[in-house]
């Protein structure tokens, strides 16, 4: 089946994330978030084992899922590194975020 929430579209407006989608399949909906909403999601992923898990897991997850939906396709070799490259770009970007921000430092 769907999930709940399928999102399609995300941007900043002012100091808030609206992301844009359809709702149990069938509503158009916009869903807020704030900065403190973002960070205390980004708290539940990093402190959660299964949140952990998943994140590590989602490339390979992600090519089972492809390659379920797309069985004729010969590209699903692409999706694993790409998926990797991804993550690794969200990664750097929230450590950077949190460098900025002065949350973290990347100094030694």
Same mark, same amino acid.
């Given at each position: 089946?769907?999930?709940?929430?399928?999102?399609?579209? =995300?941007? *900043?407006?002012?100091?808030? +994330? *609206? =992301?844009? %989608?359809?709702? =149990?399949?069938?509503?158009?909906?916009?869903?807020?978030?704030? /900065? %403190?909403?973002? $960070?205390?999601?980004?708290? #539940?992923?990093?402190?959660?084992?299964?949140?952990? *898990?998943? @994140?590590? +897991?989602? /490339? $390979? +997850?992600?090519?089972?899922?492809?390659? *379920?939906?797309? /069985?004729?396709?010969?590209?699903? %070799? #692409?999706?694993? /590194?790409?998926? +990797?490259?991804?993550? #690794? !770009?969200? !990664? #750097?970007?929230?450590?950077?975020? =949190? @460098?900025?921000? %002065?949350?973290?430092?990347? @100094?030694?």
């Amino acid at each position: 089946g769907t999930g709940v929430i399928e999102i399609n579209e =995300m941007e *900043r407006i002012g100091d808030r +994330l *609206r =992301m844009k %989608g359809i709702l =149990m399949g069938q509503f158009q909906t916009q869903v807020y978030v704030g /900065p %403190g909403d973002f $960070f205390r999601m980004f708290k #539940l992923l990093l402190f959660s084992s299964s949140a952990l *898990r998943f @994140a590590i +897991l989602s /490339p $390979f +997850l992600w090519v089972k899922h492809y390659r *379920r939906e797309y /069985p004729e396709s010969s590209s699903a %070799g #692409l999706i694993l /590194p790409l998926s +990797l490259a991804i993550i #690794l !770009v969200f !990664v #750097l970007t929230f450590l950077l975020a =949190m @460098a900025i921000l %002065g949350i973290i430092s990347l @100094a030694s």
